[in-house]
Every structure is written in C-alpha cells, then in structure tokens.
C-alpha cells in the first residue's frame, strides 16, 4: 500500500508526514476544492429539507383535524421555498465557471466543466468480514488490511486532483469494482451495503443495493475530470489547445460510453437526455478550440484564408446552437442551470457573427484583380453560400463591384446584429455578468464590426435592404468522441487470497473445508489431479482411503498441509504430495454445491429519500399436502407493469428436500421459474 502514498508535507499533531494516495490531495484548499465542499454542504441541506417535505405530506395524508392541516400546510410551504433557494444556490455553484479557468487565462470565451458527483462514506468492513466467514468460510478478521485499503481508495476518489493522476486514480478504482462485485455480492440475494450519490444538478440522493449506481457515478466523475483539465489549459500555445481537445473529446467518450452502458441509471443527471446534451456540450467545447487552434498562429488577409475561417466559424456556432436547443426541451429545461444554456446561445451568435465578419472582410478587402485565380475564387464563394439573392451568380459578384461590396456591407451588417444579439443576452444573466473576459471580447468583437462597416459607408449611400444569405458550415478538423485507455486499468485484487475469481466468487456455493486424510498405497493416493489453480480431483479410486475419508470427484484442493495451494498450479500441488509418508498428510477440499435457482429478493431504489419498490412473487411449499401454493404480497401501484409477464410463466415451488424431489413422477414436465435476470433488468429501470 506503501507504494501508492506519497507524503504531502503536512505535519499531523504527532509531529508525523501524513500521507495520501497518488492523484488526491484533501488538504488542497483551492477553488475547485471549495466549491466541492460547498456543494456537499449544499447536497445535506437538500436531503434534509427533502426528509421534512416528506414528513409534512404523510402528515398532511394521515391527519382529518383541520388546524392541524393547516399547520402542516405553512410548514410544507416553507420547507418548499427552503428546497427553491437551495436548488438556487446549487445552480449557481454549477454556474462558478470562472474558479475552474486557467489562472493566466485573460483573451479566451470561458468554456464550462462539470462538476464531481458527492457520495456519502461507506463502510465495508463488517459486511465484508461477515460475508467472507459465512461464504468463504475463512476468517474475516485476516483482511482487514485488504478492506482498508479498499475503503482507503474510494475515500481517496472524492477528492481526485485535477491531472491524469486523478484520472488515474478514478480508473482504478472503477477496475477494483467488477472484482469487487464478483466477490461479495450474489446474483441471488442483497448484501444490505447501501451505495448513495448525490444529483450534480439537483442535490437529490439516489441509493441502490448494487453496484450499478456506484460505477455509473465513477464513470461520470471521469468525465466531469476531464472537463475540468480542459478548462484549466492554457489556451494561448498550441500544446494548450491540444490538451484542452484531448481532454474534452475523452470526456465526451466517457459520457457516451456511460450512455450505453448503463441504460437506467435512476440519477437524473445520468439519464439518457442529460448525457446525449453533455456530449455535444463536450464536443462543442472541443470544437471551439480547433477553432482557436487554426486561429492561434494569425489569419492570414487572403480571399481563401478568409472563406476557410468563416465556415470553421459557421461549424461551432451551428454546434453551440444544437447545445442550445437540446438543453431548453422539456426533460432538461427545468434543471440545466440557466447558465449553461445562456452561454450557449452567447456563443451561438458570436461565432456566426465572426464568420459574416470573414465573408464581409474577403469581399470587401480583396477585389479581383488579374492575378487573381478567377475559378478558383468562383469556386470557394460557391462553397460558401448555400442560396444566393435572385439573379445573382457567384462570378457576378466577383466581378462586379457593385454587387461586391453589396453583399459584403449585407454581412457586416448581420454580423453587427449578431454580436449586438450576443451582447443582449449576455446582460440577461447575473451569473454571465461576472465574467468581465466575455463581456470584453464581446464589446470587442462588436466594435471590430462596427470599423468595418464604417469604413466602407458613403456619404450619398442610398439604404441598401440586401440580406446576407447564410454561410455553410465547414471544418477540416471535426471533434469526435475519444475513449481513453485510463477508462481500463489493470489493477491486482484486494482479495486475491480468497482464490482465482473464476471459481471463489460471490455466484458459486461450496461446502465448507473439509479435512483428507492422505495414505500412502504402493506409492499411489488413488487419485489423480487436472485444472489450472485451485486444482481439482478425477480418476478417483472409490476403493483408496482418501474416499473412505470423504474425498469425492470434483472437489477443489485448497490447502497441503499448511500451505495454502488455492492459486498452486497441478505440478505444484504434486510436488506437495510427493512427501506424504507413512505417516500421512491432510490435505483440504471443497466441493462445488449445486445452486437451486431461487426467487430474486426484493430489490429497492431509494430516490429523494423514499422507496420505489416492486412488490414480488413469493413461492412456499407445503410439506403436509406436497402442493405448490403461490403466495403475493399485496400489491402495490408499481407492480402492474409486471403482472402480464408473471402470468404467462409457470410458477411451480421446487422441493425442499431430496425425498421431496424423489416423489415426482420421472415423466412429469419440469416447471420452470421466470428468469432472475428479467426482475433484475426491471428493477434497474429504477
């Protein structure tokens, strides 16, 4: 564990280093580390407001006194204004895009990152210590280090610093959770561990049983990371910009990869609609700084530089405007921060303003000479334009000044509008107004148009109504979706002592360690061994004493003598018994029990802190008349979805006991149960 600690200088009361994991730091007292404390402080707030609200209803449900009704009525009114200001003041920390920024950042449009999910602390220790005695049939107490070391990681994943060590750490520990879900939680039954996130948009917990919730919100905390290293480039070098589209494409990988992945995620945040607008806001973002990119070095005053620059324009804000639209529908509306989507339509019109600007300056400033390539400029311009006014060609208007520099002043002038636009909705949001970098780029943006079109007016200037036709947009580098390999780190198990995952897993039933007795005969022990680690019995002797001593085909040898031998090889093993003498050897075997397909528990989401539940088919056998009986619990207003699919299948108990089973008839059709994973896929959808 060692190996994974580096000390972070800070002195404890004991005079000692104290020590965290590579890629956290909780003592970092930063911006970003603040606005995450503010937000857990925010998620509690919630919670309990949430409790009260509840409270107040079943009260409001249960009472027939009136004063008392009236009463609950004030009290539930206040508690929703409470739940209304804190939704406010978590909207505003998902709005504080500036703390997120490089420091150094000063001619740059802030871009957006998402903020880490909050989780509440678990402990494993007595659940897993109870689970490996009753399972595994070893001492609980021997793993502790193991479990704190477990318990040390998801600790440590709270607060990830913000590079691809912290990346690399989320990933490591999203690799320890399908180990961990194969070792203590069966398909069959709940372990009672209770895994809680907090909405990243509303506060609202959510708590499951299974591990889906916890890997979904570790996925998403990658990517929200990887906003956040976007933000903070630099976006003034090249090598900036490269980091930033990296980091915002592999974002949008991660997000897209949850997508499909994880299917009913009950998180809001999680849900289909919010991701699919995340990853174009993700793509978006990597698209406006290839965009920066190609503009970095300067663009050069040339027709086709212009032209090519317009339509790169044109693409960022047709993508911004597709951002736009999907965050003001009506599954999202309500709870994207009114931030985010105003900004989006700040950039929306900015960067289409920007790219009249290009039109307008190639048309206005690069008149066709006659050195000129006359096709080759027909060509761009025809590119360019998806319609043209009536009457006109693209040649005409290459070629007649007129017509030129009419249709140039169209798109200063719709680029003059556009930024006015830009600047009029940035003035509806108080949050945007704190960020006085936009406002400037912005007011500059606008005044550079502004030049333009004043230095190509006239005095006897008739008013011109020509509109500018619109400009296709166009890139030579499109932002796509990018899966980074961190998503999949190898990482060695905890529980690696438990035995190879293939057969010591949470899924398989075996007996308890049974003790052999080994006898030497004629140099043979009557049987023989196969597998890979742990090895197991065939050929066996039923005449030899290690079977009169209980030892029977297919069990699993986990222990020679003293040595453990669970991840021992056959040659391994041999070379153990080999120095069996007269005396003998005890040896220790399991053996695989067969699992009678049962009736999956009754599975439970809890989301806002009360219980959406299914209410499932219980079968009980009837020793006295041998007759299968069903017995339902009540039903509830959740489980008529299922009621058509339980009725079509065949519900039959099976017996309790071997005799039970011995007297049915051979030629009896076999009944069978509805599947275990259709209950598991429905009770997902929650």
Known sequence: MTDTLLPNGIKNGRGNSSYF??????FAQTGRSKLQNQRATLNQQIIKQMRMRAGAENLLKATSNNKVKEMVLLELSYVNSNLQLLMGQLEGLNSSVEVYQDAQETANIPLIALGLKETKDIDFSTIFKDFILEHY???GNSFEEEIADLMDLRQACRTP???????ELLAKYSSHLPLMESRFFPPTRQTGMFFTWYDSFTGVPVCQQNMSLEKASILFNMAALYSQIGTRSNRQTIAGLEEAISSFQKSAGILNHLKETFTHTPSYDMGPAMLSMLIRMMLAQAQECLFEKTALPGIRNQFHSLMKMAQEAAKVSEIYDHVHQSMIQTPLKDNVPFFWSTMSQVKTNHYRSMAHYFVASALLDHQLGLSDDEDQQEKTLSQVYDRLPEGRSPLDILKKKDERERIGKAHIRRAILGHEEALRIYGLC???????????ILRASHQRSLNKCSENEEEEEF??????PDIISK???KAEMEVPATTKVKVTDFFQRLGPLSVFSARQRWTAPRTIKLLPEHKDLGFTLKGESPVHVVSLDPLCTAAADGLKEGDYIVAVGDTDCKWL???DVMRLLKDVNEAGMDIQVVSIMDSNPQMPTKSATFCGNLPKT???ICLAYDDDDKKSRKVSKKSSFLNFGLKNRLKSASTLSLPTSAEHSGSLPWNKPCPTFPSSSSYNNDSALY
């Open 614 to 616: 299914y209410s499932m």
């Open 463 to 468: 008013t011109d109504y020509t509109e500018a």
């Open 475 to 477: 890139t030579e580098h």
């Open 161 to 167: 610093s913000r590079d691809e060590a912290g990346v």
């Open 137 to 139: 049939s070893e001492d």
């Open 569 to 571: 090889s056959v040659s």
């Open 430 to 440: 108080h949050h945007l107004n704190k960020l006085e970098v936009l406002e400037d």
């Open 21 to 26: 994991r590579k890629g956290c730091n909780p």
